[in-house]
C-alpha cells in the first residue's frame, strides 16, 4: 500500500478526514513534526513538508521516497544534489501567498494614503476632526519591481483601482495587468513620477541590493515605496535617509536586513516609515489553499494522468 | 454676454483660467462665498454653488437667472418650490462621491480584517510579532444596502477581491457587480452568514431606524457591519449592544445620529467600534471633478446638443 507522510504541524482533522475518504489506496500518517516523522519517513512513498527539515542524511535513508510535497514556497534548505540523484518528484505551493501579499499591499497604501494613524490617534483622543488630507489610491500609477505571480497579483487590484501599472523585469517582458513592461536595466528611467513603488522580488545575486540612493532620489517626493519581496534589496540606511531627506513621502516595510527587526532600530521610530513583522504572507487560508494543491497533485499521481501543479526543476531550485 | 456666478470658495486659479480661455462668450465671476456673489447673482444667468445657501428671496432677485449648478450631491437646502416657479434648470454633482466612498470602504474592511491597530501599536512598542491573525477580505461575501452609485462602485471593487456581493434595494433589480439583489423586505433572510454588511444609504422616511436589533441578530458573530451612508440607519444603542454581545465581530462608522460625535459618547472608547469622523466621501479631488461635471453641461448649455449630467426632477428634489 502507497504510503503519504507529512510532517505538517497541526493538519486541521477535516482535512486529514478528506484525504482519508478520498484517496482509500494510500495510507496517511499525520506526524507533529520531523521528530515525530523521522522513523515513518523511511517508509514513505510520498513526504509533505514544510521543506526545511530535509537532509540529504534523511533521503538516503527514505528508501521508497519518489515524491515531496513542499508546503512552501521558499526551498532554500532543500539537499537538492542528493533528492536529484535519487530521482525524486518535487513540488511546491508556489503561487498561494499572491493573494495575501497583494492585500497587503492594497491595505498598506492605503494605510498610508488614507492616514489612518492619523484617524485611530483621533479616535483615542475622542477627536472630531476632518482634517487629514487622506489622498485616493485610485488613479495614482504603480510601479512594480517583478512581474511574477504576486506582482500580477497586486497589479490586477491595482487595476481595479483604476491605476495605471509598470512592471520591471529581468525580461521586461509583458504580462497580463501590467499597462507597461520594462527591462530592470531602465528602471532608473520609469522609476520617477510613479505615486507607488512596490517590491515583491526573491533575494537572488541579482536582487540584492538592486536599490540605491539615485533610485530614491529618482522618485517622485510624494511616492510611496513598500517592500515585501526580501529585505536585502535595500540597505535600511539608504531607506532612513530617502525619508528623512524628503526623497520620497513614506516607506512600508515588511522585510528587513535582519529578522526580527531590532528593538533599538531606528526604523521603528521613523514617522514616514511604517513596520510590519514580515506578516505580508500570512493567511489563516494558507494551510488549505496549500493541501489543496497536494491533493489537485495526489490525483495526477494516482491517475498518472494529467501534469503536476508546481513541479520544480531540481537543476534550478524553483 | 452671458454671466457664470460661482459662490464656491478657493477655486483653483488653474480652473478659472480654464473656464475663461474655453469659453470667450461668458463672463466668470468666481466669488469666496455667498457673501461676496449676493449682489453679482442679482445679474447672473447661471449660478454656481455647493446648495446651502440658496433662499427663496434671493431666487426671486436673481431675475435672469436660468441654471443653478450645484457642486453637491445633498440638496436638503433648496428651496426647490420657488426654483420651479421661476422654470430654473438644476443640476448636480451626484455619483462624484463613489469612488472615495468605495476606497474608504474597502480600506477600512482591510484595516479591521487586517488588525491594524494592533500592528501599529506593536510597532510603536518596537514588538515584533507575527501572532495578529489577519483574515482576509478576499472571498468572503458582501452585502450592500443600496445599489446605488456608490454601493455599485463598492460591489465592483469587491468583485476585484473575489467577493460574492449581495445588493438590497427598494426595487430588488439586478444590477452590474451585483451576484444577486433581494428586496429590502428580505433583508432579513439574507443578512445571515455574511462577513460584511455596508450601508450607504440616504436618509429617508424609508431608511430611518430601518435596521434593528433583530437583524444584528441574524448576521454572522464574525461579521464586520460598516455604515457611511447616514447615521439615523440605526441607532447607536443598537449598535453598542450588538459588539457587546458579541452579535457581530466590529462596527465600522463614519456616520452618527449627532454629529460631531460627541466626545464624552461611549462610542468612541468601544474596542469593537471604530469611528471615524464622516471622512468617507472627502478627497482632494473633489472639487475638479465637480468643476468637470460643470464644464461637460456648460457645453451642452453653449452649444443647445447633448445631455445634461444629473438634471435634478424639481418635483421630486433629486
Known amino acids: 500500500m502507497m504510503k503519504v507522510v507529512s510532517a505538517i504541524k497541526r493538519v486541521p482533522e477535516d482535512w486529514k478526514q478528506r484525504f482519508q475518504n478520498r484517496f482509500e489506496d494510500i495510507e ?9 516523522a523521522e522513523e515513518p519517513l523511511k517508509q514513505a512513498d510520498v513526504f509533505v513538508t514544510y521543506g526545511e527539515d530535509l537532509t540529504p542524511e534523511r533521503i538516503q535513508t527514505a528508501e521508497n521516497l519518489k515524491w515531496i510535497m513542499v508546503l512552501s514556497a521558499g526551498m532554500d534548505k532543500m539537499p537538492f544534489e542528493k533528492i536529484e540523484e535519487k530521482g525524486i518528484l518535487v513540488t511546491n505551493v508556489r503561487g498561494i501567498h499572491a493573494q495575501p501579499m497583494a492585500e497587503y499591499a492594497i491595505s498598506m497604501l492605503l494605510q498610508v ?22 489622498t485616493e489610491i485610485s488613479g495614482q500609477t ?53 505615486g507607488f513603488i512596490v517590491a515583491a522580488l526573491p533575494s537572488t545575486e541579482e536582487t540584492r541590493y538592486l536599490l540605491k540612493r539615485e533610485h530614491f532620489e529618482k522618485m517622485s517626493d510624494k511616492a510611496i515605496f513598500l517592500n515585501m519581496g526580501r529585505g536585502d534589496l535595500v540597505s535600511s540606511d539608504v531607506i532612513l535617509e530617502a525619508v528623512r531627506d524628503g526623497l520620497i513621502a513614506h516607506a512600508v516595510l515588511d522585510v528587513f536586513e535582519t529578522e526580527p527587526l531590532p528593538e533599538k532600530h531606528p526604523l521603528w521610530d521613523e514617522e514616514r516609515v511604517t513596520v510590519t513583522p514580515h506578516v505580508s504572507g500570512i493567511s489563516p487560508q494558507y494551510m488549505g489553499r496549500g493541501l489543496e494543491i497536494f491533493e489537485e497533485n495526489l490525483n495526477v499521481w494516482m491517475s498518472g494522468q494529467g501534469e503536476y501543479r508546481n513541479k520544480i526543476n531540481l537543476k534550478r531550485g524553483y
Chains 1, 2 share one sequence.
Not at 496517511?28 to 515525530?36: A, K, S
Not at 472630531?128 to 488630507?133: H, L
Open 28 to 36: 496517511f500518517q499525520f506526524c507533529h513534526g520531523i521528530e515525530e
Open 113 to 134: 494614503s488614507r492616514q489612518a494613524k492619523t484617524l485611530i490617534e483621533q479616535e483615542k483622543n475622542h477627536e472630531w476632526s476632518r482634517q487629514p488630507v487622506m
Open 142 to 194: 504603480m510601479i512594480l519591481l517583478g512581474t511574477g505571480a504576486i506582482s500580477q497579483e497586486v497589479a490586477r487590484l491595482a487595476k481595479a483601482f483604476r491605476m495605471k501599472t509598470i512592471g520591471v523585469s529581468k525580461s521586461g517582458n509583458p504580462k497580463e495587468f501590467f499597462d507597461e513592461t520594462y527591462l530592470v536595466d531602465d528602471l532608473s528611467e520609469v522609476i520617477g513620477e510613479v
